[in-house]
């Protein structure tokens, strides 16, 4: 199955009840039992419930794993991973990253013996100089959050595997429809598919999938024991939007390219962050491991300066300034006060989250309005 049939079809059946074409939202948390243990497959909600179920049939089979998991939000998703690990056991991961992931490295995990080493990956081989015995997961974001730097992630797991610890990937930015990183040889998936999964901003919602059942049953256990779940509504809401990602991220890609080149031309604009610039430092990899570039770009204006930066992003009548992305309405965000407030503020100047930068999540609206809100509010 192609992956355009697969975001419709893939990994679900008819109900066996009435034959519904969408899986109807199974909205209970208990199942009746005849005798102790006598149940069709599902006793506690937290434990299954069928219609997350089918959406985690859905992620396994548009990323081409073989299982899938869906959690509360990203972050809880993120969390079961570094629960797989001890006190004392060491993750590297990309310097440039989404802020709450930060967080939760930082303020929740080092807390618990586990050492996290935050570092440049452009150049994969850099990550050799910080591997020791006690390394036991890669943690690499691409395009990341919110410089839209990219790592090569077939480079990163050959590196994974001749040391044998395990590569997940967050693949919010990219989706599978522009990456699969199952298949470039990661271990695991990461998605907040609370972004172009769902796609229409009305869920917080996180997914991970893996092809190994091993990996699958120990994340499992933890998904269960931690109970970090998300409902049967939102289930039903996710599988719903997996069904257009793929026209809804070709649209994404569309408008990301008029946007990013339009602020390129733009005498006011300084930097402008998107991939699909052949002067973008990893450019090559991203058209080789990407079917497109995106709907992300990120920018900073000539005068670099705070209070600029604000004022544009106040200006803005079509883009609406919020946090996260993803959703079919275009949004800006000024990820030094918002997204990554909590990285300091040296840390994420290291990486170019400086004061000026704006990030914009480009949505499918008409490109042409997306395109005069920016000129109007760029002055
Ligand atoms: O918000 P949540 O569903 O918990 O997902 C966290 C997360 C993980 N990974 C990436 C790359 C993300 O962008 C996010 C959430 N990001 C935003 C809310 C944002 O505006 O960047």
New binding site residues.
Partial sequence: MKFNTKTIHGGQKLDPAYGSVMPPIYQTSTYAQTTPGGHKGYEYSRSSNPTRTALENSLASIENGNYGLAFA????A?DAIIKLFEPGDEVISTSD??G??YRLFTSIFEKFGIKFNFIGMENASNIENYMNDKTKLIWV?TPT??MLNIIDINAVATIAKKHDILLAV?N??ATPYLQQPLDLGADIV?H????YLGGHSDL???GLIVKDKNLADRLYFIQNASGAVCGPQDSFLALRGIKTLHIRMQRHCENGKAVAHFLKKHPNIENVYWPGFESHPNHHIAKEQMKDFGGMVSFTTKGNNYEEAIKLVENLKVFTLA???GGVESLA?HPAS??HASIPKEEREKTGVVDSLIRLSVGIEDEDDLIADLKQAIG
Avoid at 192 to 195: G, L
């Fill in positions: 939000s990203g972050l809880a993120i990253l989404y709450g992931t974001e959050n919110p967050d919010t930015f990461m907040s598919a609370t972004k917080v919602m996180g946090e996260s992305l965000g918002m997204t």
